[in-house]
């Protein structure tokens, strides 16, 4: 079983900064992928930013410039660091990750359970 755990929400005020971590454990052989989806009240989750194994990064167009992923593979961790903060950014953000169990041939999707992002003055 692969369980993904994220920490570093809060509340913080407009042009504010905060990091976002999720660790991933279990029995984990590889991880493909690690992303960040966001989701507020009353909208459809969406894609924030994610990394590949090797590095690749993308970003949702509202967050480039502004937010920052990166990854340790050694901790098998993700992390999203969140600058220029504005209203807008106000959500639950979920870690979300393509895992390859140990012993196993196949990725499998797992999500972690959220932390609560609140930008406000």
């Known amino acids: 079983q692969v369980q993904l755990v994220e920490s570093g929400g809060g509340l913080v005020q407009p042009g504010g900064s905060l990091r976002l971590s999720c660790a991933a454990s279990?029995?984990?052989?590889?991880?493909?992928?690690m992303s960040w989806y966001r989701q507020a009240p009353g909208k459809q989750r969406e894609l924030v930013a994610g990394?590949?194994?090797?590095?690749?990064?993308n970003y949702a167009d509202s967050v480039k410039g502004r937010f920052t992923i990166s990854r340790d593979n050694a901790k098998n961790t993700v992390y999203l660091q969140m600058n220029s903060l504005k209203p807008e950014d106000t959500a639950v953000y979920y870690c979300?990750?393509?895992?390859?169990?140990?012993?196993?041939?196949?990725?499998?999707?797992?999500w972690g359970q959220g932390t609560q992002v609140t930008v406000s003055s």
């Open positions: 979300n990750a393509d895992v390859k169990p140990t012993g196993g041939n196949s990725y499998y999707n797992y």
């Open positions: 279990g029995s984990i052989a590889t991880i493909y992928r």
């Open positions: 990394v590949t194994i090797s590095g690749s990064t």
